[in-house]
């Protein structure tokens, strides 16, 4: 029998709409994985702080323009700390700003990514995602 490994993504985004519709687009692919949604960058941080290494989601989707930390400040931080800066992260965002896309590969993004106009496309971005990442 084989053993199915689940792998942990971090969903975060202000929009519950975006966080949903992001998720409901992996599992109908067929990729079930523990999905976890996070408001905004301070949730993330705070959540990475106090869990131990072994608790470290094997991804994160992360959106730029949040209320409070945005996605970029969340970006830098994660990538210069020791103990999280190999964890993958994917921007995933509404801007499709040149600037934003050289800032955020910069800073050490693994992927970005501008949200797609319509769900179908946004089924073929997250099963691209999942194949490559997980």
């Known amino acids: 029998m084989t053993q199915i490994i689940k ?22 692919n067929k990729h079930h994985q523990d999905y976890t949604f996070m408001v905004n960058g301070d949730q993330l941080i705070v959540h990475l702080n106090e869990a131990s290494d ?16 945005g996605g970029t400040e969340v970006l830098r931080q994660i990538k210069n700390d020791d103990n999280l800066k190999s964890i993958p992260i994917i921007v995933i965002t509404t801007s499709s700003s040149t600037k934003d896309r050289e800032t955020s ?21 997250t099963d691209s995602i999942a194949r490559l990442w997980l």
């Open 54 to 69: 072994k608790k470290h989601p094997s991804l994160i989707l992360l959106d730029l323009n949040m209320p409070g930390k």
């Open 7 to 28: 792998h942990s993504v971090f969903i975060v985004d202000d929009d519950p709409d975006d966080r949903e519709s992001i998720r409901d687009a992996f599992i109908e």
């Open 105 to 125: 590969y910069k800073l050490g993004a693994n992927c970005f990514l501008t949200k797609p106009d319509s769900y179908k496309e946004l089924l073929a971005i």
